[in-house]
C-alpha cells in the first residue's frame, strides 16, 4: 500500500501521500506549491531550477463519518532534470497524485502537458494514482480574454476524456489553488480508506510488516552503551 | 586545470533573500536562476555515467557552485551501479556480448523462465529491481553521514540486516553478534565465550594497543586470534568472513581488524543491528538520490547522450548527437562510458565473479524476523568445490520491493580470478538451494530429530541441528529459478584497496602524455566498482576526483539548510573504515567520540 498511516488517535486519521509536480518551464508549477505550502507569491520569481521536497497538511471532512482526516502531501516538485526529461523512476516512484500543469495563456503549455499526461499513465504502475490537470494564471484572463489561449472546454473535455480532475487556478491571486488539493485528498482518501480499514485489521493479526530504518535519527547517543 | 582561487563555498554563492524574514526557504530549494532551451554551451565540469560515485560527485559539485553537465548514454540513471527490470538486463547482457563493455565487463550468460514475460507470464519485468553491483550500507559509515548531510536520504527508504550466516559443515551458523547472544548461546563453552569477549573489547580501541597485534602485522590474523585470544576455527571464521567480510585467509591483521570494529561499531547505531540497505534497489537508488539532489543544485541532466570526444587544447567536448560544450575545468568518464576511439580508459585487472539469480522462494527461514534481507559467507575451503577464495552472497526478499512476493533475489560474487570462480559460484548455490529447500520443506515436521518445542508446545526448529542433519538430507523439492545470470565485472581496484588515488595520475595534462588520436585525452576516469560488499568506497572515491577539481576537499557536501535544523551528525564523526588503516588509523573510528545530540529529529520539516 502506498499509503502511510501515521496516527490514529480518537477520530483523527492522518494519511500521508507522494504528489509531484510536472509541466513546461514556466507555467507556475513551482507557484502554485509556494502558493499552497506558504499561501504567498513571487511576481519576479525567476524559473526555479527546483524546489524539490515540501509538505503541507490539509484537513478533509471526510464522508459520512464524524472523523477527521489530516492529509499530508509530501510534494516533490521537478529539479533540473526536467528540461530534459530526464526524470528518476524515484521521482514518480509511489506518488499517488500528480500535478500536471499549463498555462492558459500559452496553447503550447497544454500540449506539453498532455505529453506528461501520457507519460504518467506509462511509468506509473498504479491504477489509483489521481492526475489532476491544471489550467494557470487566469488572472492574466480577468477583463482581457484575449490573453486567453486555451479554452476551458477544451481543457475540460479532455481531462474529462482521460479522466482525470480539472481545475483553472491563478497562483497568483490564489484564486483556485487549494481546491487542487482539497479535491485530490478526497480523491485519495475515496480509494484508500479500503485499503485502510484492511490494514487497520491485519495490525490486530501479526504486525510481521516491515519498518524503516530512519537515518536521521539514531537510537543512541552514545555508541560505547551498545552490547560489548 | 585546477583554479587557483577557490570557488565561493555554496553559503556564499546563495542570493540574499530580500525580505527573508517572511520567506523561508525550504531546505534543498532550489537556487533560482534562469532556464536554458538546450544544452548550455559551457559547464564546469562534464560528467558522463550517472553511477554511484559520478552522481555523488556531481551532487557535491554542484552544491559547492560548480555548473554541471551529467550525462548518461542508457535511458536510465545507475550505468555500472544501476537497478534494472528483466527487461533491461536482457538488453544490458546483449550489449555486454556484442562487446560494447570492453574493459568492464564479459562473458554474460542469462537465463529467463518464461514465468516472467510481458502480458503472458506470472511475472512482470518491472516487478524486479535487479543490482549490478548490489551494496550494503553500515550504519557507521562516511556514505551514511554524507546521505545525512545532504538529505538524499529523505528520497530513500532504508530497511535493517541483522542476519549474517557463515556456512560452515554443511549447515549455516548464524552470527552470534550481541553480548547477549553469545551469552545465551548454548553451543558455545564458557571459555570461549569469555575469549571472544576479550577479542571484542580489544578490536574496538585495537590501534592503541600495538604490542597485541604488531607481531601479527604482516601475518594472516588468524595466527593472532588463535595465539592471543585462543579462539577456535568457527569463531575466527565467523569473525573473519562473516563479521569483517573479508575475501581469503590472507587478508593481512591491521586489515582484518579494521574491518572487524567497522561492523562493530556499527552496532547499535540504528538498533540492533550494523548494516542497512535501501528499498526498490541499491546503488542505482542511492544514485538516482544523488542525481536528484545534484539537479536541485543545479546540475543539468541529460540521459540518452554519449560522448564523441574531447579535445583538451580548445576544452571541448562533442557528443554523438552532433552537439558539444564547452568545459572550463574537467571532463569525468566512468570507464562504461568511454567514447568510441579512446586510447586512456585505465586496465581493469581484477575480476569480480557476479552469479545473480530469481529464486521463486520466499527465503524467509533466512532472514530475521521483521527483515528481508540476509547475507551468507562461504569462507575458504567450505564448498564442495575446494574454494579459496570467499564466495559472499546477499539475499533480498519482497520486503525490500525488489522482487513480488513468494520470490527472493540471490547475489553471489567472489574475487577468485579465472574459470575456477564459475565452480565456486555454482558450489554455493548449490548449498544455498539445499540448504533453503531443507528449511522450507513440510517434510521437517515428520523428523523428530529437529524438532523442538518452545515453552507453549509450539514446534521450533532449530537451525543449527539443521546444519548438522542437512547432510543426510535429500531434496525431494527443486528450487524453481525465474531468472540466472552469470557475469564477469572487471575494476582496476585490488580486492580490498579503496579505490587508488594513482588512476586518477595517468591523466596528467602534460602535453607529452596526449596520446595522438586519442578521443579522451586530459579526461579523469572513476574506478569501476569494486568487489566491496559495502559502499565503503564511494565516498573516498567522489572525494578524491572532487579535490582533483576543486582543489581542496575542505567544503565536500559542506551544506547548510536554510530551515536550521541542521544535520546533528558532523561529517567528520564518520571516517571511512577501510581507506586510513595504513598512515592515520588512531585519527579515526575512535569509538564513542563526539556523537552527541544525534538523537535529535533533522528530517521533518515545519512550513
Ligand atoms: N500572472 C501570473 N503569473 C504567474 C502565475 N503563476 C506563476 N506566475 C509567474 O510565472 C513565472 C513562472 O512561475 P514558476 O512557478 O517559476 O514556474 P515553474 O512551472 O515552476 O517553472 P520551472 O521551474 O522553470 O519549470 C513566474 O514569473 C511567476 O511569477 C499566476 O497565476 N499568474
Ligand atoms: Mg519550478
Not at chain 1, 507519460?119 to 494557470?136: A, Q, T
Not at chain 2, 519485468?125 to 548531510?149: E, H, Q, Y
Not at chain 2, 594472516?220 to 571464521?237: N, S, W, Y
Amino acid at each position: 500500500m502506498d499509503c502511510n498511516s501515521s496516527g490514529r488517535s480518537g477520530n483523527r486519521v492522518m494519511l500521508q501521500f507522494k504528489l509531484v509536480l510536472l509541466g513546461d518551464s514556466s507555467v507556475g508549477k513551482s507557484s502554485i506549491v509556494y502558493r499552497f505550502v506558504k499561501d504567498s507569491f513571487d511576481e519576479f520569481r525567476e524559473s526555479t531550477i527546483g524546489a524539490a521536497f515540501l509538505s503541507q497538511t490539509i484537513k478533509i471532512s471526510g464522508s459520512s463519518e464524524q472523523s477527521e482526516t489530516v492529509i499530508k502531501f509530501e510534494i516533490w516538485d521537478t529539479a533540473g532534470q526536467e528540461r530534459y526529461k530526464s526524470l528518476a523512476p524515484m521521482y514518480y516512484r509511489n506518488a499517488n497524485a500528480a500535478l500536471v500543469v499549463y498555462d492558459v495563456t500559452q496553447q503550447d503549455s497544454l500540449t506539453k502537458a498532455r505529453a506528461w499526461v501520457n507519460e504518467l499513465k506509462n511509468k506509473v504502475g498504479d491504477e489509483d494514482l489521481v492526475i489532476c490537470l491544471v489550467g494557470n494564471k487566469i488572472d492574466l484572463c480577468d477583463g482581457d480574454e484575449d490573453k486567453r489561449a486555451v479554452e476551458t472546454g477544451e481543457a475540460r473535455d479532455y481531462a474529462a476524456e482521460q479522466s482525470l480532475l480539472f481545475y483553472e487556478v491563478s497562483a497568483k491571486t490564489g484564486s483556485g489553488v487549494r481546491q487542487i488539493f482539497e479535491s485530490i485528498g478526497e480523491k485519495l482518501y475515496e480509494t484508500k480508506k479500503d485499503e485502510l480499514a484492511a490494514a487497520r485489521n491485519r495490525q490486530m493479526g501479526s504486525s510481521k510488516d516491515q519498518v524503516n530504518v530512519q537515518l536521521q535519527r539514531p537510537s543512541t547517543n552514545d555508541p560505547t552503551s551498545c552490547c560489548y | 586545470m585546477l583554479s587557483p582561487e577557490r570557488r565561493p563555498s555554496m553559503a556564499e554563492r546563495r542570493p540574499v533573500l530580500s525580505n527573508s524574514s517572511s520567506i523561508v526557504v525550504p531546505h534543498l530549494a532550489g537556487i533560482e536562476d534562469p532556464l536554458p532551451d538546450s544544452t548550455p554551451d559551457k559547464v564546469d565540469v562534464l560528467i558522463v555515467g550517472t553511477g554511484m560515485v559520478e552522481s555523488v560527485l556531481a551532487a557535491a559539485l554542484s552544491w559547492q557552485g560548480s555548473k554541471v553537465l551529467h550525462i548518461d548514454k542508457n535511458d536510465h540513471y545507475g550505468d555500472s551501479s544501476a537497478t534494472m527490470t528483466v527487461d533491461q538486463i536482457k538488453r544490458w547482457v546483449n550489449q555486454v556480448n556484442e562487446g560494447e563493455y570492453p574493459k568492464c565487463y564479459s562473458n554474460a550468460k542469462l537465463y529467463v523462465s518464461t514465468s516472467i514475460e510481458n502480458g503472458r507470464g506470472r511475472f512482470a519485468s518491472r516487478d524486479f529491481g535487479l543490482d549490478l553491483a548490489p551494496k550494503i550500507l553500515f550504519a557507521k559509515s562516511d556514505l551514511l553521514s554524507v546521505l545525512v548531510n545532504s538529505r538524499v536520504h529523505q528520497y530513500l527508504e532504508f530497511q535493517s540486516l541483522s542476519s549474517f550466516h557463515t556456512y560452515e559443515n554443511d549447515s549455516f551458523e548464524k552470527l552470534t553478534n550481541t553480548k547477549q547472544e553469545i551469552f545465551t548461546d548454548q553451543n558455545l563453552p564458557l571459555m570461549t565465550k569469555r575469549n571472544l569477549m576479550k577479542f571484542i573489547k580489544f578490536v574496538l580501541n585495537w590501534e592503541e594497543q600495538p604490542e597485541i597485534w604488531e607481531p601479527y602485522s604482516n601475518r594472516p590474523i588468524g595466527d593472532m586470534l588463535v595465539e592471543k585470544f585462543k579462539l577456535d576455527k568457527p569463531q575466527v571464521f565467523e569473525l573473519m568472513f562473516s563479521i569483517g567480510l573479508c575475501y581469503n585467509m590472507h587478508t593481512k591483521t591491521p586489515e582484518v581488524l579494521q574491518r572487524i570494529r567497522r561492523y562493530l561499531s556499527s552496532f547499535d547505531v540504528y538498533g540492533p543491528f550494523s548494516v542497512l540497505y535501501s528499498k526498490y534497489g541499491g546503488p542505482g537508488e542511492l544514485s538516482q538520490g544523488f542525481c536528484r539532489s545534484a539537479a536541485v543544485g543545479g546540475a543539468m541532466y541529460k540521459l540518452n547522450e554519449s560522448l564523441a570526444s574531447y579535445d583538451p587544447s580548445s576544452k571541448i567536448a562533442y557528443f554523438n548527437d552532433g552537439s558539444k560544450v564547452s568545459v572550463t575545468e574537467k571532463v569525468v568518464i566512468s570507464p562504461t562510458q568511454a567514447p568510441k576511439y579512446n586510447q586512456n580508459a585505465p586496465e581493469q585487472k581484477y575480476e569480480i565473479h557476479r552469479l545473480t539469480c530469481i529464486v521463486e522462494k520466499s527465503c524467509e527461514e533466512w532472514f530475521t524476523e521483521g527483515e528481508s534481507a540476509a547475507v551468507v559467507v562461504f569462507p575458504p575451503g567450505s564448498l564442495k568445490s575446494g574454494n579459496q577464495e570467499v564466495v559472499q552472497s546477499f539475499i533480498l526478499g519482497s520486503g525490500s520491493e525488489t522482487c513480488p512476493k513468494g520470490t527472493s533475489i540471490w547475489y553471489l560474487s567472489t574475487t577468485q580470478q579465472g574459470p575456477r570462480a564459475e565452480m565456486d559460484l555454482d558450489a554455493a548455490l548449490e548449498a544455498m538451494e539445499a540448504s533453503i529447500v531443507r528449511e522450507s520443506s513440510s517434510d521437517l515436521e515428520n523428523d523428530e530429530s529437529i524438532l523442538r518445542f518452545g515453552p507453549n508446545g509450539e514446534p521450533v526448529i532449530n537451525s543449527v541441528r539443521l546444519g548438522q542433519s542437512f547432510k543426510e538430507y535429500v531434496p525431494r523439492e527443486k528450487i524453481q529459478f525465474l531468472l540466472k545470470l552469470y557475469h564477469i565485472q572487471y575494476t582496476s581496484t585490488p580486492p580490498f584497496a579503496v579505490v587508488d588515488p594513482s588512476l586518477f595520475d595517468i591523466n596528467r595534462e602534460d602535453s607529452e602524455r596526449l596520446i595522438p588520436g586519442a578521443s579522451d585525452n586530459g579526461v579523469l576516469y572513476t574506478a569501476m566498482p569494486s568487489a566491496e560488499i559495502s559502499y565503503d568506497e564511494v565516498v573516498t572515491a567522489a572525494k578524491v576526483l572532487y579535490e582533483k577539481i576543486v582543489g581542496s576537499d575542505d567544503d565536500f557536501f559542506d551544506l547548510d539548510f536554510e530551515d536550521g535544523d541542521d544535520a546533528a551528525i558532523s561529517k567528520t564523526d564518520f571516517e571511512n573504515a577501510i581507506e586510513d588503516d595504513e598512515d592515520d588509523e588512531d585519527a579515526e573510528m575512535s569509538v564513542g567520540v563526539g556523537r552527541s545530540g544525534t538523537a535529535e529529529c533533522i528530517g521533518e520539516m515545519e512550513i
